[in-house]
Nanobody, 123 residues
Framework: QVQLVESGGGLVQAGGSLKLSCAAS????????MGWFRQAPGKEREFVAA????????YYADSVKGRFTISRDNAKNTVYLQMISLKPEDMAVYYC????????????????WGQGTQVTVST
């Protein structure tokens, strides 16, 4: 089992920044590819970003490319999502997720999930 706990969400004005963190425990963190997903009210959970086990490969949804940066610190068992130039359409509950081995983009391919952290973007 892998336990994931997100933090760092909150209320921010459009154009502002937030940095989300996801702390992992329970298994060897470096064995897991990590992803960030988000879900807005009435919408399906969608891929935001993902990072390989060593952190050398990253992927982003087109909607966040150039504004969001995913990173990880395997020594701290933590994955991050730096978000800048936030837009109202970024408002959602953000989830981190873990899966063994390779990066994937579909929520169904991730085995472990955090409880989510709310990001609210005001205009």
């Amino acid at each position: 089992q892998v336990q994931l706990v997100e933090s760092g969400g909150g209320l921010v004005q459009a154009g502002g920044s937030l940095k989300l963190s996801c702390a992992a425990s329970g298994r060897t963190f470096s064995n897991y590819a990590m992803g960030w997903f988000r879900q807005a009210p009435g919408k399906e959970r969608e891929f935001v970003a993902a990072i390989s086990r060593t952190g050398d490969i990253t992927y982003y949804a087109d909607s966040v490319k150039g504004r969001f940066t995913i990173s990880r610190d395997n020594a701290k068992n933590t994955v991050y999502l730096q978000m800048i130039s936030l837009k109202p359409e970024d408002m959602a509950v953000y989830y981190c997720a873990a899966r063994l081995e390779l990066v994937r983009w579909q929520p169904s391919e991730y085995d472990y999930w955090g409880q989510g952290t709310q990001v609210t973007v005001s205009t």
